[in-house]
């Protein structure tokens, strides 16, 4: 589980697919006054070994309370609050649905929340999961995996300190200096697969406290369809648009999503 911050004020702070929490680690210290975790997790990072079930989304939120119940052991026990990329969104929401209070508030960017009626219109293989199966998962060294990721879309984009903490952290190194995915394709593309199964939609209605719902430009696609659509079903919804980032927009403009997040943690 990474940590960063010597604040007062707890946060758990949740990364999207495929990436590991201390992606995080650059937005999170860009607000004054944190004491953060971002775990890894379940199947990413440092938490990659997965239970005889495989994947489940629910347990992203087991995760999730994981970090919260961290920070109240250090004696912290101010209103927390959440930050949820994509998936880390989805997971947020199921916590919070779990153990109603945990969270006085919530940031999320594209939620991966898939409304009833839009399940229908996804048939056929998630392109994301075909994409995640051709993931290359091994480089000769960390620079070598960090000029591969550099040169790319999507993470040609990515703020520095964003692209390392990925490498340092979502691979391990081997003896002779090579690097290996910690998030094996596989396990990402299933993952994936498993999103409309989540249960994020059902706990929408059930989540109290103010929660900022926040996407990217549209044609993107994806959650950032569904983000508005989100807002407006939460009992406390508000909606945020940045027509100039995309889905990865944290990983993006840490700085700038912080200054969001901010915002609401001095409202909370």
Not at 218 to 244: Q, R, V, W
């Amino acid at each position: 589980m990474y940590t960063t911050g010597s604040g007062s004020i707890p946060a758990v702070l949740c990364h999207a697919t495929g990436f590991c929490g201390a992606v995080l680690g650059p937005l999170a210290r860009a607000v004054p006054g944190l004491r953060a975790v971002a775990p890894d997790l379940r199947g990413h990072g440092d938490n990659a070994e997965l239970p005889p079930s495989g994947v489940d989304w629910r347990l992203w939120a087991d995760d999730a309370l994981a970090g919260a119940a961290a920070l109240r052991a250090e004696g912290l026990d101010g209103p927390m609050v959440g930050f949820g990329h994509s998936g880390g969104g989805a997971a947020l929401l199921i916590a919070e649905q779990q153990q109603p209070g945990t969270f006085a508030a919530l940031y999320l960017y594209e939620p991966v929340v898939f409304p009833p009626e839009r399940l229908s219109e996804m048939t056929g293989e998630n392109p994301l999961s075909g994409s995640a199966r051709k993931r290359r998962p091994d480089f000769p060294s960390r620079d070598d995996a960090i000029a591969n990721f550099a040169s790319k879309a999507p993470m040609n984009v990515f703020d520095r300190e964003v692209l390392e903490a990925y490498v340092d952290h979502g691979f391990a190194r081997r003896p002779d200096g090579s690097v290996t995915l910690k998030c094996r394709p596989e396990v990402e593309a299933r993952c994936y697969e498993m999103a409309p199964e989540s249960g994020a939609w059902a706990a929408v209605p059930s989540v109290e406290c103010p929660v900022v719902v926040a996407r990217g430009n549209l044609s993107s696609g994806g959650p950032a369809l569904f983000a508005e659509h989100t807002a407006a079903a939460l009992p406390h919804g508000s909606f945020e648009t940045y027509d100039h980032l995309d889905h990865f927009g944290p990983l993006e403009a840490p700085e700038e999503i912080a200054a969001a997040f901010e915002r609401l943690v001095k409202q909370r």
